[in-house]
């Protein structure tokens, strides 16, 4: 039996795997690079907020702390897209009543540490990875205030230090273990729409807000105290980029012309535009997530892929979940369980991050498509008339616990026919039809 615990990192991840971990009755102790975020007062709207989804709440749901996330998180049960008239859209994103749900990730992350703590974690801060012996579960951390350094050894060593992360930078060195990052033509920056009069919501807080513009976008998902954060994901360079905003005049040129509804909203763009910084995104690719049975990955740290799904929080809360199971499935053998782990997880953390890249053509291209809004109308009747022959894709990956690599599997199929059905002559005036069912029937 493994009793040490050291996790890397107490982010979202690493503070869901603590709380698994000390349920199995290990004791966990947290290392975390930063400063402790709960010294700090969080606002909602200054910090990113994130899609929550079934396969997060599943996984919190397992060890019992969904009721505490769901009192920190709105519902949103559509997307409202608007367009450069200023003119709005709906689609929901599932049937009545399914919603994903907006949270702060600072929020989140603050509530998840104190129930790891208050499960038994002990958690330390400013001590930073820089070394790790992985086969022998022993981590050297440097204390970011001190400059001190110490090694703690322990039964097991679990890397969930993010995209950037130190255990996997050992794997990889150490292990040859195959790694890739591959940049994103795009960057993003956060800008926030605050609150109106008594901390009402400016736009409609229950949907997740997308001004699609082709090859860009911005998006807004509601806050707490009224705010909405938004986040504009544009080029690095050529048209409609960030490289050329850079004086007031072009960023208030840039926002009136492409997102004029959104500009009256935001009193100080320009001020926020100079001091929010411009982040890069990218996607990481890693294998295998082990070694032996004393150092494992897990989270970004193992597979951070890009945010248009909203599915990199929501697959690293499944490694937690998936990970205890296999734990229970070879009854704490190790080396069984991670070998598996490794072998299972990859596949679908390749499969997230494909959805999330085909996923960002269609946010910012096309749900501006009437062609496209249409085709996921025939889908969701199709899937309504005959829900055992067909799940819409958005429903396998938002609403489901359907493996990833099976969801896009099965995506992948139902795309190709529905390219078939949407060549139909008259399609727009026929959707409805016997005619189309059935057709659709006998491709499935
Ligand atoms: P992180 O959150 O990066 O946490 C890693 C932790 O390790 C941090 O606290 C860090 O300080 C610490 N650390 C790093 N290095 C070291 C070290 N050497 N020593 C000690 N500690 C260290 N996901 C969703 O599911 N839904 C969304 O809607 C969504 N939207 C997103 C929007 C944007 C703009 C971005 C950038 C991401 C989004 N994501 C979303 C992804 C999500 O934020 C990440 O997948 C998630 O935060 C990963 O959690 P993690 O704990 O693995 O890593």
Same mark, same amino acid.
């Given at each position: 039996?493994?009793?040490?615990?050291?996790?890397?990192?107490?982010?979202?991840?690493?503070?869901?795997?603590?709380?698994?971990?000390?349920? &199995?009755?290990?004791?966990?102790?947290?290392?975390?690079?930063?400063?402790?975020?709960?010294?700090?007062?969080?606002?909602?709207?200054?910090?990113?907020?994130?899609?929550?989804?079934?396969?997060?709440?599943?996984?919190?749901?397992?060890?019992?702390?969904?009721?505490?996330?769901?009192?920190?998180?709105?519902?949103?049960?559509? &997307?409202?897209?608007?367009?450069?008239?200023?003119?709005?859209?709906?689609?929901?994103?599932?049937?009545?009543?399914?919603?994903?749900?907006?949270?702060? &990730?600072?929020?989140?992350?603050? /509530?998840?540490?104190?129930?790891?703590?208050?499960?038994?974690?002990?958690?330390?801060?400013?001590?930073?990875?820089?070394?790790?012996?992985?086969?022998?579960?022993?981590?050297?951390?440097?204390?970011?205030?001190?400059?001190?350094?110490?090694?703690?050894?322990?039964?097991? /060593?679990?890397?969930?230090?993010?995209?950037?992360?130190?255990?996997?930078?050992?794997?990889?060195?150490?292990?040859?273990?195959?790694?890739?990052?591959?940049?994103?033509?795009?960057?993003?920056?956060?800008?926030?729409?605050?609150?109106?009069?008594?901390?009402?919501?400016?736009?409609?807080?229950?949907?997740?807000?997308?001004?699609?513009?082709?090859?860009?976008?911005?998006?807004?998902?509601?806050?707490?105290?009224?705010?909405?954060?938004?986040? /504009?994901?544009?080029?690095?360079?050529?048209?409609?980029?960030?490289?050329?905003?850079?004086?007031?005049?072009?960023?208030?040129?840039?926002?009136?012309?492409?997102?004029?509804?959104?500009?009256?909203?935001?009193?100080?763009?320009?001020?926020?535009?100079?001091?929010?910084?411009?982040?890069? /995104?990218?996607?990481?690719?890693?294998?295998?997530?082990?070694?032996?049975?004393?150092?494992?990955?897990?989270?970004?740290?193992?597979?951070?892929?890009?945010?248009?799904?909203?599915?990199?929080?929501?697959?690293?809360?499944?490694?937690? &979940?998936?990970?205890?199971?296999?734990?229970?499935?070879?009854?704490?053998?190790?080396?069984?369980?991670?070998?598996?782990?490794?072998?299972?997880?990859?596949?679908?953390?390749?499969?997230?991050?494909?959805?999330?890249?085909?996923?960002?053509?269609?946010?910012?291209?096309?749900?501006?498509?009437?062609?496209?809004?249409?085709?996921?109308?025939?889908?969701?009747?199709?899937?309504?008339?005959?829900?055992?022959?067909?799940?819409?894709?958005?429903?396998?990956?938002?609403?489901?616990?359907?493996?990833?690599?099976?969801?896009?599997?099965?995506?992948?199929?139902?795309?190709?026919?529905?390219?078939?059905?949407?060549?139909?002559?008259?399609?727009?005036?026929?959707?409805?039809?016997?005619?189309?069912?059935?057709?659709?029937?006998?491709?499935?």
């Amino acid at each position: 039996m493994k009793n040490e615990i050291t996790i890397v990192g107490a982010g979202l991840v690493g503070s869901l795997c603590a709380i698994y971990m000390t349920k &199995r009755g290990h004791r966990v102790t947290i290392f975390e690079r930063r400063k402790d975020l709960r010294s700090e007062i969080i606002t909602a709207g200054k910090s990113i907020n994130l899609a929550l989804s079934e396969r997060g709440w599943t996984a919190l749901k397992k060890v019992g702390i969904d009721q505490q996330v769901m009192k920190i998180a709105i519902p949103m049960y559509k &997307r409202i897209m608007h367009d450069m008239g200023g003119n709005l859209s709906e689609q929901p994103y599932g049937n009545q009543g399914q919603a994903i749900y907006s949270v702060s &990730r600072a929020q989140l992350n603050v /509530l998840m540490m104190e129930i790891a703590e208050k499960n038994g974690a002990t958690l330390h801060f400013n001590e930073k990875c820089v070394d790790a012996n992985l086969e022998e579960a022993v981590a050297t951390f440097e204390n970011t205030k001190i400059a001190t350094k110490q090694e703690i050894s322990a039964d097991l /060593l679990i890397g969930a230090d993010g995209s950037l992360s130190a255990v996997r930078e050992q794997m990889v060195k150490k292990y040859q273990h195959e790694y890739e990052y591959n940049e994103i033509g795009h960057d993003y920056k956060e800008l926030l729409i605050p609150a109106g009069e008594n901390g009402t919501h400016l736009l409609d807080k229950n949907a997740l807000h997308i001004w699609p513009r082709g090859n860009f976008m911005l998006i807004a998902l509601a806050n707490l105290d009224g705010s909405f954060t938004c986040t /504009l994901f544009a080029p690095k360079k050529g048209k409609n980029s960030f490289e050329g905003l850079n004086s007031k005049q072009e960023v208030k040129n840039y926002f009136t012309t492409i997102f004029p509804d959104f500009v009256c909203l935001v009193p100080n763009l320009y001020q926020q535009w100079s001091t929010n910084p411009t982040s890069n /995104l990218g996607i990481v690719k890693t294998f295998p997530w082990h070694v032996k049975d004393a150092s494992i990955i897990i989270g970004d740290a193992a597979h951070a892929t890009v945010p248009f799904y909203g599915q990199g929080m929501n697959a690293g809360f499944e490694d937690c &979940r998936i990970l205890d199971k296999l734990l229970d499935k070879h009854e704490d053998n190790f080396e069984k369980c991670f070998h598996e782990y490794s072998k299972v997880r990859k596949p679908n953390s390749d499969g997230v991050q494909d959805l999330s890249m085909q996923n960002f053509v269609v946010m910012r291209d096309k749900t501006a498509d009437p062609k496209f809004l249409l085709q996921k109308k025939i889908e969701k009747k199709f899937a309504n008339l005959y829900p055992e022959k067909w799940t819409p894709l958005y429903t396998m990956v938002s609403f489901t616990n359907i493996s990833y690599a099976d969801a896009w599997k099965i995506g992948m199929k139902q795309e190709k026919m529905m390219q078939s059905i949407m060549s139909t002559p008259n399609i727009e005036e026929i959707w409805e039809s016997n005619e189309i069912m059935q057709k659709m029937c006998c491709l499935v």
